[in-house]
């Protein structure tokens, strides 16, 4: 490495420093999946698979919670019938959808799309850097689009079944304590599932039960929260019941007491990891299924941008550092 004549580093030396580095980085990184396009167009035309995935999850999903509120609660079902209780009633629902939810982010389109099949999920993998944001819009349109079509495709089936007065398309409304008790039940137990789900998706050896813990919340949640806001967790699962019913009392907490519950999850997680994020916006990510979040290197450039002065290109700002720390070991050497 040469110096001028005024004892500093040559703008060659600087320059052939950076290629070097660039070359560094760009090797390190060439591994890693980066997210499709920059703008809606881009992003429809190379992720639209997973955005049709996301949406079939949550028709599927809504499909058979009508099957299963139907079966249990319409009081012309033998089923309901022969089980009085109603928390009886209500474990068996919930270990129904709790297998449900397992199916399908084990299924090939759940490792695929992440399994979110929740927009206020979606909206907390944005929070951390882990979704595009028009991955998340679009994300949150097949869902809430989805939703509606699994209902529909319930109540077509189930011959009106899911539409008497005794199910309302499976509606989710505020229970015994009003609307205060439901906006406080959806926001403790949307934080609990999206606290789990970072935490042991982020953790070395559990990871990979994350689909099956996220089922047993379900199924706990249905058995013993369903009385105080009908257990939602969902503005989309909401949403479908709600529009097919057109029944919208207090959607709006179903809405935003998910939302405000997993975002608060996201930002407990960073805090109390320093501010480093998930390694992935899937509930099952060790598969052979492409990924469309953002993840590895990537995320370590994003933080920069975070973290840097936004004044600058914060790539810029880690390869000069690079550099000063390149020439500090030629000048130990």
């Known amino acids: 490495m040469r110096l001028s004549a005024d004892g500093t580093y040559s703008n060659s030396a600087m320059k052939k420093e950076k290629v070097i580095t660039s070359n560094a980085i760009r090797d390190r990184t060439a591994s890693v999946r980066w997210p499709g396009g920059t703008n ?3 992003s429809v035309r190379t992720h639209w698979p997973e955005y049709l995935m996301e949406g079939g999850e949550l028709a599927l999903y809504m499909f058979l919670t009508c099957v299963f509120a139907t079966l249990l609660r319409d009081p012309a079902s ?15 629902m919930g270990v129904a959808i709790g297998t449900t939810v397992v199916t399908i982010v084990t299924t090939p389109w759940g490792k695929q799309s992440g399994g979110h099949f929740n927009p206020a999920m979606t909206a907390a993998f944005y929070r951390l850097g882990k979704v595009a944001f028009w991955d998340a819009v679009f ?16 109540a077509f089936v189930l011959r009106g079944g899911p539409e008497n007065n005794a199910i309302r398309s499976a509606v ?18 949307s934080f ?9 998706s982020n953790h070395g050896t559990l990871a990979r039960y994350t689909p099956y813990l996220v089922g047993v919340l379900y199924a706990v949640f249905i058995t013993f929260e369903t009385p105080f806001s009908g257990m939602s967790m969902n503005p989309a699962r909401s949403f479908g019941s709600a529009f097919h019913a057109a029944y919208w009392r207090a959607i709006w907490i179903y809405f935003v007491a998910p939302t405000v519950g997993m975002l608060a999850a996201a930002e407990v997680f960073l805090r109390v990891r320093g501010g480093v994020a998930p390694n992935c916006a899937k509930l099952h990510h060790a598969n052979g299924k492409r990924c469309i979040f953002r993840h590895g290197i990537e995320q370590h450039r994003l933080k920069l941008f975070d973290t840097e002065n936004r004044d600058g290109d914060p790539l810029e700002k880690a390869l000069m550092r690079s550099t000063i720390k390149a020439r500090s070991i030629s000048e130990e050497r």
């Open 192 to 200: 609990i599932l999206m606290i789990t789900v970072l935490v042991i």
């Open 40 to 42: 809606a167009i881009d």
């Open 172 to 189: 989710t409304i505020p229970g015994v304590y009003g609307n205060a008790g439901a906006i406080i039940a959806e926001v403790t137990i």
């Open 78 to 92: 033998p089923i309901h019938q022969l089980i009085s209780s109603p928390i009886l009633r209500r474990a068996i």
């Open 139 to 154: 994300y949150a349109i097949a869902q809430f689009s989805g939703a509606a079509a699994g209902v529909a495709l319930a």
